[in-house]
């Protein structure tokens, strides 16, 4: 079984040919990518759903790097410097990168080179797909560079661009080849495919978290129907194994992130508009521009469903030889298609964490590998597959035209942002990672970092004021308490002249409020390591240092073995 697979005779042979097998791909894939920037040019940058949250992400975490947090977890400056866990919660993926990007490069620029790796890299992925699993005898190199082009700039891709800027979901389509791939390889290899799956679903949670739970649901789906087809239980025990390891290896990042939610409201993740409810395709609500980007999504989703329909009725001499692979994409297609509509919204409400994926139309990640497998094996014909492209233009610029204009930002809004965290104003929160008991609409935006709450009279000097450590001193005329500008948070550590200290929050607004005595006092506050980091960082040392062991003693009882 594959999808065409080449012997590994085959393989050394076709890369045997140095950098010019390599040039043209990458060459044809990078030209698409910039292809879509170019209007950036005359308009700016895309100023999606998403740009400002991922934008500030970026600057928090520069700016922390430069006073030597590695790994942030508090993002200081959100709530206008009131502060909130993001980075305990958000995946660290796409920030790394875009923070890595934005010390580099120009601020102006830094999200459009962003964009275009990550563009370069889902074709580079669907590439490496290709040339292993197409069959050489029937679709050659050209067809492989045809897919990969195909995939890097498919219509969902081009949506999540112009209008949305998820920037970490948009990453994570990288990682949806080489899960087929590595189910794939599963099938054939059995246990041995168990690291590569495993890295696969760990770099899914450490890139975006409901992409992770798409693609987990997608693995047990391929697995399942694979297991079924082969009747062999054997594949459950590798998906099984590999989601268990993916998950220890990025439990540095899933153990803090899972039990702190009882720290913030995330409820407010799956609130009224980021419901699955309102979202599913051809969903009208009372909010016009909601309803504008669902028709972009819902026209752009029928699209592909259509032309996978036909793809795949043409493909059928590719059946014929490939029938197990054909009935598993077409069960996936079948699959994420339904998903995406009203109909399924018991399985959204049952399944579990499916509503925390909030928008149906995201499976459209996982339809559009689907899309640009089935038209490349499907329609043979260039004019054929030329045709899909320019009626995929056509529905990109249609909805630009009549449904949704995209935004822009010019370099001058860019600059803002970076003025807004050089003088520490901060910017706007996020509503789900906001501390339980905060309350961001009644914070005081000019407020100063340290106040006194009571009647007494002090004088405050603030020594130092960082992302994770503060420390002030406060001379009281009789004892009080002082508010700070940061909302309450359990890993805050409050000491008082060197002894910890209860905080309590101030009602109205959730901030802190530190109990302090008459005469002087010095108060330091520290973001600690709680426990569920220590813990879920060892389980991710441990686990990756298993993980290299277990592939240097394969490697080594493999080179002993006799030729």
């Not at 990453?171 to 168990?194: F, I, T, Y």
């Not at 047990?220 to 194994?241: D, K, N």
Request: aromatic letters at 14%; proline letters at 4%.
């Amino acid at each position: 079984m594959s999808l065409g697979k080449t012997s590994g005779a085959e393989s050394r042979v076709g890369w045997q040919g140095g950098a010019g097998l390599l040039w043209a791909p990458l060459l044809a894939i990078g030209g698409a990518a910039f292809a879509v920037e170019i209007p950036f040019f005359f308009l700016g940058t895309p100023s999606g759903h998403d740009v400002e949250f991922h934008l500030y992400s970026w600057l928090e975490v520069l700016a922390q790097w430069k006073h030597g947090i590695f790994y942030p977890r508090w993002a200081a400056l959100a709530h206008f410097a009131y502060g909130e866990p993001r980075f305990v919660f958000y995946p660290p993926a796409s920030w790394t990168l875009g923070a890595f990007l934005s010390a580099i490069f120009p601020w102006t620029v830094a999200s459009c080179v962003y964009l275009w790796i990550v563009l370069v890299a889902a074709g580079v992925a669907m590439f490496v797909l290709a040339r292993r699993w197409l069959d050489p005898q029937k679709l050659d190199r050209r067809d492989a560079i045809f897919v990969a082009v195909l995939y890097a700039v498919n219509p969902y891709h081009l949506v999540i661009v112009y209008w949305r800027s998820a920037f970490a979901e948009l990453l994570a389509s990288c990682l949806v080849p080489l899960l087929l791939l590595c189910v794939l390889k599963a099938v054939d290899a059995g246990m041995r495919a168990v690291v590569p799956l495993a890295l696969v679903l760990a770099a899914a949670w450490l890139t975006n978290a409901p992409a992770a739970v798409m693609i987990h649901y997608s693995l047990a789906l391929l697995l399942v129907f694979f297991a079924w087809q082969r009747r062999s239980l054997r594949l459950l025990l590798v998906g099984a194994g590999a989601v268990g390891l993916g998950a220890c290896l990025a439990g540095f990042y899933l153990l803090p992130a899972i039990y702190e939610q009882r720290w913030i409201d995330i409820a407010q993740a799956v609130s009224a508009g980021s419901r699955p409810a309102d979202n599913f395709l051809f969903i009208h609500t009372t909010d016009a521009d909601h309803d504008a980007f669902n028709r972009i999504v819902t026209w752009l989703a029928v699209l592909e469903m259509v032309v996978i329909v036909v793809a795949a009725w043409a493909a059928r001499r590719w059946r014929e030889t490939q029938r197990e692979v054909w009935n598993v994409l077409v069960g996936w297609a079948i699959a994420c298609s339904v998903l995406m509509f009203p109909v399924a919204g018991l399985l959204w409400r049952v399944l579990p964490k499916m509503q925390f994926m909030q928008f149906p139309w995201r499976w459209l990640l996982c339809l559009s590998l689907i899309f640009s497998l089935f038209v490349t094996v499907g329609l043979r014909r260039w004019w054929w597959r030329a045709a899909v492209c320019a009626v995929s233009i056509l529905v990109i610029v249609g909805a630009w035209r009549y449904a949704q204009a995209p935004w822009w930002d010019t370099a001058d809004d860019l600059r803002e942002m970076q003025d807004n965290m050089a003088t520490a104003a901060g910017y706007e929160g996020t509503e789900e990672y906001t501390p339980l008991g905060a309350e961001p609409g009644a914070i005081d935006k000019e407020t100063r970092n340290v106040t006194v709450e009571g009647p007494a009279h002090a004088a405050i000097r603030v020594q130092r004021w960082d992302a994770e450590s503060r420390m002030f001193t406060a001379e009281m005329s009789a004892a009080d308490q002082v508010a700070l500008r940061l909302f309450r948070y359990p890993a805050w550590r409050v000491e008082v002249n060197g002894r910890v200290v209860e905080t309590t929050a101030r009602a109205e607004t959730g901030q802190m409020l530190v109990p302090v005595g008459a005469g002087m006092n010095r108060v330091e506050i520290r973001f600690v390591r709680t426990w569920d980091r220590a813990v879920g960082g060892w389980i991710s040392f441990i686990t990756a240092i298993a993980v290299i062991v277990w592939l240097w003693m394969s490697r080594v009882r493999t080179s002993d073995r006799p030729v």
